[in-house]
């Protein structure tokens, strides 16, 4: 069934119908992000007096500004205001941004915050689509699904290479804060986790269940998050799922989360487990973050960010395991999850948590080191970041193997994986 929303003052066609659409190769006229340049996407809340509700602002180049197979950097910032708006809520409608761009035919989105990714089609630019759009779709939509937190909104799309620069260091810094309100809570302390059904519309049978130790795995949406969802919309895609009995603590197992599972996966998945990347892992739609695989050679895992477009010591790349773990399974000895999963302390506990991880791509070291160091200290071994191969020390078993030996790595001396 083909539904298209009219309502929506956008020149091409529009509705969930398109949002599994893909733009490639020739027919691209505009791209942004994906790592070819930067992107991201912000709401953030502003005073009423600086918001001139339904205001659309280009600041730098339009798509008619550039030639076809252009790249440009873009920044779309959100802001609201109204009695009703908490910043509790800002997440929830920056992770609208994604579903809602894609509905637009010959539009594609894939990611979210400073990880987002467009392009939009020749076609759509040929029947009059330009960036403005995305403003004007954005204001049309979000009043439309959630105009009861907030009065006024606009919408700023930046396109200099400064301006996005000087916007990912305040978005960062937003993003950061949102994380740690997750912190200092436990799995073991609350009754309830969150579901989100938000990437049903293109892996139906796949289910995140958000518990406050596992963010959800396209790193947008933690417990918190969830919960002012649910708050906001109580009829919406996060739901609050009884944990119930316990059936594994170790694992990460609850019978209140295989019933939810089971149901909302239409009884195609009737149990998954939290912590563990050997047994019955998570499983996966297409938006996360990064992907676990475990590396028998070395007794450990590695992980492999969507930015990273090199060879693993899987034996492949990120968009390879992607397709073969992506829509909705469980794929035991992979899973996918956020950035920020990987420095809470349930990341993997099953099967020893950072001690089993043997490899990772170097930006991503970087990235994450702060966290990752707080949580190697408490750990016993400080220094285990250096431990870590990455790709400069090789892009295969064998290779990193001796680097392990050498830095003696922990993993090493860990029962076997497998
Ligand atoms: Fe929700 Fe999970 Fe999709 Fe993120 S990946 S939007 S948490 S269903
Ligand atoms: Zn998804």
Redesign the pocket.
């Known amino acids: 069934i083909k539904t298209v929303i009219t309502d929506v003052p956008v020149p091409v066609a529009y509705g969930p119908a398109f949002e599994g659409e893909r733009v490639r190769g020739e027919n691209i006229y505009l791209e942004c992000g994906g790592g070819r340049t930067a992107m991201l996407e912000w709401v953030t809340s502003r005073p009423g007096e600086d918001i001139v509700d339904g205001k659309v602002s280009v600041i730098g180049p339009e798509i008619t500004d550039t030639p076809p197979g252009s790249k440009l950097p873009l920044g779309i910032v959100v802001e609201v205001s109204g009695r009703q708006m908490q910043e509790d809520y800002e997440p929830i409608l920056e992770?609208q941004v994604h579903h809602l761009i894609n509905y637009a035919q010959g539009v594609m989105h894939i990611g979210q915050r400073d990880m987002a990714w467009l392009r939009v089609s020749k076609d759509a630019v040929a029947k009059g689509f330009r960036l403005e759009h995305i403003g004007l779709l954005l204001h049309a939509k979000l009043h439309q699904d959630f105009g009861r937190i907030f009065e006024k909104l606009q919408v700023k799309l930046f396109t200099w290479e400064t301006d996005v620069a000087e916007l990912l260091h305040q978005a960062k810094a937003a993003y950061a804060a949102r994380d740690a309100r997750i912190e200092g809570m436990t799995d073991e302390t609350t009754d309830i986790f969150y579901s989100?059904?938000?990437?049903q519309s293109f892996a139906p049978s796949?289910v995140?269940v958000?518990s406050p130790e596992r963010t959800?795995?396209?790193g947008?949406?933690n417990w918190m998050d969830c919960k002012a969802s649910f708050e906001i919309n109580p009829t919406g895609?996060n739901q609050p799922v009884t944990k119930g009995a316990t059936i594994d603590a170790r694992l990460g197992q609850w019978q209140g989360v295989n019933d939810f599972v089971f149901k909302a996966s239409r009884g195609n998945i009737d149990h998954y487990n939290f912590y563990s990347i050997i047994s019955d892992p998570m499983t996966a739609?297409g938006?996360?973050e990064c992907i676990s695989a475990v590396v028998p050679l070395c007794n450990g895992v590695m992980t492999v960010n969507r930015e990273h477009s090199g060879m693993t010591p899987s034996g492949m790349k990120f968009t390879t395991l992607a397709g073969t773990i992506g829509g909705g399974v469980t794929t035991p000895g992979f899973v996918g999850h956020s950035k920020y999963n990987m420095t809470q302390r349930k990341f993997l506990s099953a099967e020893g948590g950072l001690k089993r991880l043997v490899w990772m791509p170097k930006a991503l070291k970087e990235e994450i080191a702060d966290r990752f160091n707080e949580r190697a200290a408490e750990i016993g071994i400080p220094d285990l970041l250096n431990r870590i191969a990455d790709e400069t020390v090789g892009v295969t078993e064998e290779d990193i193997l001796e680097y392990l030996t050498e830095n003696n790595h922990p993993a090493l001396t860990l029962e076997p994986l497998i």
């Open positions: 992770r989100c059904l938000l990437c796949h995140c958000i959800g795995l396209c947008s949406y895609p739609c938006c996360m």
